[in-house]
């Protein structure tokens, strides 16, 4: 049996002779972001992405963590091509879909990241027509991200149509995930930012987290940040990192994959998708170009 990401490939390929892929129907880009390390970002980011595909959604998850992309680790997959081949022109678009549990396609990132924000204008021309090829066999594409506010995580911040930010109770976590917040909306107010709350004793809890960043949010950036829902903090989470298996795939009944399927359906029921003018892939792309320097 055919799995997606072979389908994915299969589709794209076939799709070589049409002009100007993308400019029809495109998916919907988030980035996931944190304001720290340890949050678990990248294991929302992967069990969010399978949680979408499950609910019958077109999914491509694309590690864009820079230094540390972890994805492939986190899913037990070693990814034989990554980023950096397609940049070097060794392969194209298709060929470095990989497939993950779930039959989730994925883009390891890999070294990769760090040729993409110093490529010549020709190399970036091809970046974006061969991330085009793919945009409208999608719904949504997601970018995790790297920890922190970096000025290339930034850049994909700024440039996508939602910005998913995970945090955690921890008073450390609270402070600079409202911070990253803070910056971003002080140099672009577009942005749309909704909240995760991760590894959450119980719903009061994560609900207190929120309400923390959201009035502070309120009061101080005149910001409306919507609370998307909460990750409990769920012992298998752990044992699914260890056995390098998605929780949601290795621990479906958990209370974490539980929590993770809600929020998908938070996501998906609060704006629906048919009635949201996305920028699409080249929009995402033109803007992220624009803030190059």
Same mark, same amino acid.
Request: charged share 20%.
């Given at each position: 049996?055919?799995?997606?990401?072979?389908?994915?490939?299969?589709?794209?390929?076939?799709?070589?002779?049409?002009?100007?892929?993308?400019?029809?129907?495109?998916?919907?880009?988030?980035?996931?972001?944190?304001?720290?390390?340890?949050?678990?970002?990248?294991?929302?980011?992967?069990?969010?992405?399978?949680?979408?595909?499950?609910?019958?959604?077109?999914?491509?998850?694309?590690?864009?963590?820079?230094?540390?992309?972890?994805?492939?680790?986190?899913?037990?997959?070693?990814?034989?091509?990554?980023?950096?081949?397609?940049?070097?022109?060794?392969?194209?678009?298709?060929?470095?879909?990989?497939?993950?549990?779930?039959?989730?396609?994925?883009? $390891? @990132?890999? !070294?990769?990241?760090?040729?993409? #924000?110093?490529? +010549?204008?020709? =190399?970036?021309?091809?970046? *974006?027509?061969?991330?085009?090829?793919?945009?409208?066999?999608?719904?949504?594409?997601?970018?995790?991200?790297? $920890? @922190?506010? !970096?000025?290339?995580?930034?850049? #994909?911040?700024? +440039?996508?149509? =939602?910005?998913?930010?995970? *945090?955690?109770?921890?008073?450390?976590?609270?402070?600079?995930?409202?911070?990253?917040?803070?910056?971003?909306?002080?140099?672009?107010?577009?942005?749309?930012?909704?909240?995760?709350?991760?590894?959450?004793?119980?719903?009061?809890?994560?609900?207190?987290?929120?309400?923390?960043?959201?009035?502070?949010?309120?009061?101080?950036?005149?910001?409306?940040?919507?609370?998307?829902?909460?990750?409990?903090?769920?012992?298998?989470?752990?044992?699914?990192?260890?056995?390098?298996?998605?929780?949601?795939?290795?621990?479906?009944?958990?209370?974490?994959?539980?929590?993770?399927?809600?929020?998908?359906?938070?996501?998906?029921?609060?704006?629906?998708?048919?009635?949201?003018?996305?920028?699409?892939?080249?929009?995402?792309?033109?803007?992220?170009?624009?803030?190059?320097?």
């Amino acid at each position: 049996m055919m799995d997606q990401a072979q389908s994915l490939r299969q589709l794209v390929s076939s799709r070589d002779s049409k002009p100007e892929p993308g400019d029809g129907p495109s998916a919907r880009i988030i980035t996931v972001c944190s304001g720290k390390g340890g949050v678990g970002k990248s294991n929302f980011t992967l069990n969010f992405a399978l949680a979408l595909k499950a609910m019958g959604r077109r999914v491509l998850l694309f590690d864009a963590d820079i230094g540390m992309a972890n994805i492939d680790v986190l899913m037990g997959v070693t990814a034989k091509y990554n980023l950096y081949h397609l940049l070097k022109r060794e392969v194209d678009i298709a060929q470095i879909i990989q497939n993950g549990p779930g039959d989730l396609p994925f883009i $390891a @990132g890999g !070294s990769g990241m760090d040729e993409l #924000f110093s490529l +010549s204008e020709s =190399d970036l021309n091809y970046f *974006t027509s061969q991330i085009a090829r793919i945009a409208d066999t999608m719904d949504f594409i997601l970018f995790d991200t790297g $920890a @922190g506010l !970096s000025k290339e995580t930034l850049k #994909f911040i700024t +440039s996508a149509d =939602d910005c998913l930010v995970v *945090t955690t109770p921890e008073p450390t976590a609270i402070t600079d995930a409202y911070a990253l917040m803070k910056v971003v909306h002080n140099s672009h107010p577009d942005v749309s930012f909704k909240l995760i709350v991760n590894q959450a004793g119980d719903e009061k809890e994560a609900r207190g987290t929120g309400d923390k960043i959201r009035m502070a949010a309120s009061r101080f950036l005149q910001l409306d940040i919507p609370f998307l829902g909460f990750i409990s903090s769920d012992v298998h989470v752990v044992q699914a990192v260890k056995k390098q298996v998605p929780f949601s795939v290795a621990f479906p009944n958990s209370a974490a994959a539980k929590d993770v399927q809600r929020l998908a359906l938070n996501y998906l029921s609060a704006e629906p998708v048919e009635a949201v003018k996305v920028q699409g892939i080249r929009g995402f792309i033109n803007k992220w170009l624009k803030r190059k320097q």
